[in-house]
């Protein structure tokens, strides 16, 4: 019954490959959102979905690409994979659209390129 | 734009000491703060928030924070350390331009030593 889930926990490949992670929150929230931690621990926020609408757009590479098939789920796609692209990427959801809520995470998705 | 800036990277403490990590948010505007706490190949959990009630915050695991507006920080505090706080605490603030997006600090380390 874990609130928000991430798959895989751990993935490793080799740079120019194309992966996905999958993101799943059984909180009925209608917002869901894709971080990427760097080595440093430095959290940046990548993208927002608010009811399945793109919200938020970081200036991420167009090599990332989110999916939200319904409000429950937001996958993220990587094309042509980097050396650079090696963090853990966690997803999280909040209840609303606005961040007096509080975001619940997930327990991330160490991603290793080669 | 907001940031949000944590001095020390690393705090270590003795089991039973006071633990004190700093939090300090650039606008001249009030806005939303909140602590989350990282525990090991885990997502980040929400320890307390400030959205202009009270200044005095109080949170989960006996944390809690004060938020003075001279100053422009938002410390986080614990009486008396356990050695099962030992984690990253990453503080954040709401972003004034896009009031649904959150910007953390690079994160402190904490360490309770037996």
């Known amino acids: 019954d874990t609130a928000v889930s991430q798959t895989p926990k751990y993935l490793v490949t080799q740079m120019g490959n194309d992966k996905s992670i999958k993101c799943e929150q059984n909180?009925?929230?209608?917002?869901m959102y894709w971080y990427k931690q760097d080595s440093k621990k430095f959290l940046k926020i990548m993208f927002s979905?608010?009811?399945?609408?793109?919200?938020i757009n970081e200036t991420v590479p167009n090599r990332f690409s989110p999916k939200s098939p319904d409000k429950a789920h937001l996958n993220l796609h990587i094309n042509s994979l980097e050396l650079g692209d090696s963090a853990v990427y966690f997803c999280?959801?909040?209840?609303?659209?606005?961040?007096?809520?509080?975001?619940?995470f997930g327990p991330g998705t160490r991603l290793l390129v080669l | 734009a907001q940031s949000v800036t944590q001095l020390g990277s690393h705090v270590s403490v003795s089991e039973g000491a006071l633990v004190l990590l700093r939090c300090n948010y650039s606008?001249?505007?009030?806005?939303?703060l909140f602590w989350y706490v990282q525990y090991p190949n885990q997502g980040l959990q929400l320890l307390l928030k400030?959205?202009?009630?009270?200044?005095l915050v109080k949170g989960i695991n006996g944390f809690e924070a004060e938020f003075k507006k001279s100053e422009t920080s938002f410390h986080l505090t614990k009486p008396s350390a356990h050695m099962s706080d030992a984690a990253e605490y990453f503080c954040a603030v709401s972003d004034n331009d896009s009031s649904y997006k959150l910007i953390f600090g690079s994160g402190t380390r904490l360490l309770v030593r037996p």
């Open positions: 606008s001249s505007v009030p806005p939303y």
């Open positions: 999280a959801s909040s209840p609303y659209l606005t961040s007096l809520e509080t975001q619940y």
């Open positions: 400030y959205t202009s009630a009270a200044t």
């Open positions: 909180l009925g929230h209608d917002t």
């Open positions: 979905y608010n009811n399945k609408e793109l919200i």
